[in-house]
């Protein structure tokens, strides 16, 4: 059994004469050490600090006997909550500035190390699923905790039950939105069970545990004909010109996404065609190329919206070079809320009723593909999946025009 426990170290004594005090953890008769910001002559030490004699007037000594102590005390709670103790896991665990044992507090951390790491989408969204579980723990615990021990899959049925309903103050959620969250709380669990801080036997997910709900795919495509009132739609101001060719762009260009159209420099271009890396995929296995060819269309629209400065290296007006990825990111941000806008007006304008985003241009893209008869295979490697279960769950139902036509397929027509 693991312990830990102050000592005075006196194998190095210091120029002043006193010895640093460290927690000496032991574990199978190894030990490692953690520091203190104390040091003491033997004497002190040993009447003070250990036996806490006549020090009601010395407040540095108290709180030195003090800070010490809690430090000790937080080494053994550490090993207490180890269910199988290793040094390293101590260590991490031990190092952490906040509470382990917290599934709210484990969310936060995990937005923190994504924003070190510039993925601030991903980021965004483990920091709101540990605002939304700090709600619920006060709803149910009156806690701004929601310890690990509670997370089981009853808790988590009662938590999606809760998330579903408008409650008070609080919004009602949608499938998608819980799934995207509880894919988040899985993360942070497996990752516990990695590093030996979780039981397997304590993990709430599975076939007949607690299963994520599947969310619901909003399939958001145009049709063609749709397209076309867009393509032949002529702007009446020069946000609606930006909102219609960054639409234009990313239908024409295999549905690139805005952060990747925005992303583009000069460089990604040559003579007839543009190459680049999707941001999503950045930093997961295999990088890969896409290839666009640069038809008319699209030269024409770079033309008319590119920029000319020596102070940016990016061919649309988002970004720039001074910008770290954090500027990055709210930059994009606010230019697709401002497309989106302008989108939805021009819309209503031209008689569509959906409620068109620039999104739609990438699953516009891939449902008229395949309506007009290119094979899934194609249609992937044009959006970058790395799969093609990826694709299948992307497309679209096809039209009702295409389904009528399909059926009456299934006998010969007699003449």
């Excluded at 003070?48 to 937080?74: F, T």
């Excluded at 979780?198 to 599975?206: D, I, V």
């Excluded at 959906?354 to 893209?365: C, G, P, Q, T």
Aim: hydrophobic content about 35%; overall charge positive; some cysteine.
């Amino acid at each position: 059994m693991a312990n830990a426990s102050k000592f005075l170290d006196k194998r190095f004594k210091l120029a002043d004469g006193t010895y640093k005090v460290r927690i000496r953890v032991t574990h199978e008769r190894k030990s490692i050490y953690l520091n203190t910001d104390y040091s003491f002559d033997e004497d002190t030490y040993n009447k003070k600090i250990v036996a806490g004699k006549n020090m009601n007037n010395n407040e540095d000594l108290q709180r030195a006997k003090r800070e010490i102590e809690i430090k000790e005390q937080k080494a053994n709670e550490v090993i207490k909550n180890l269910p199988n103790f290793t040094f390293h896991e101590f260590k991490i665990r031990f190092d952490q500035k906040g509470d382990r044992s917290d599934l709210v507090n484990l969310l936060k951390e995990h937005s923190i190390l994504l924003k070190k790491e510039d993925k601030f989408s991903n980021a965004n969204i483990f920091s709101y699923a540990s605002e939304l579980f700090k709600q619920y723990a006060n709803y149910k615990f009156k806690s701004d905790v929601f310890k690990i021990s509670q997370v089981t899959p009853n808790e988590l049925r009662a938590f999606q039950t809760w998330a579903e309903k408008k409650i008070g103050d609080k919004k009602a959620y949608s499938t998608t939105t819980i799934s995207m969250y509880l894919v988040r709380v899985k993360k942070v669990l497996n990752n516990l069970i990695a590093s030996g801080e979780l039981n397997k036997s304590l993990y709430p997910f599975g076939d007949k545990l607690y299963q994520i709900p599947e969310s619901v795919n909003a399939k958001r495509p145009l049709t063609l004909d749709e397209i076309m009132l867009l393509h032949n739609y002529q702007p009446v101001t020069k946000v609606e010109d930006f909102a219609k060719s960054m639409f234009m762009f990313s239908y024409l260009c295999s549905g690139m996404n805005m952060a990747d159209v925005f992303r583009l420099k000069h460089s990604n271009f040559s003579a007839d065609r543009i190459t680049f890396i999707r941001q999503k995929t950045k930093g997961k296995g295999k990088v890969k190329t896409l290839s666009i060819k640069l038809t008319d269309e699209i030269r024409d629209i770079v033309e008319r919206h590119k920029i000319h400065s020596l102070n940016s290296d990016y061919v649309f007006k988002v970004f720039n070079n001074q910008m770290s990825e954090e500027d990055k990111h709210k930059a994009k941000d606010i230019a697709i809320a401002a497309i989106n806008r302008s989108l939805k007006e021009i819309a209503v304008k031209i008689g569509i009723t959906k409620s068109i985003s620039s999104y739609f241009a990438r699953h516009s893209y891939a449902t008229i593909l395949m309506e007009s008869g290119a094979p899934t295979i194609y249609i992937s490697k044009k959006l970058g999946h790395s799969s093609m279960s990826t694709t299948e769950a992307y497309l679209s139902q096809f039209s009702k025009e295409k389904e009528e036509q399909f059926e009456a397929n299934l006998l010969k027509k007699v003449d």
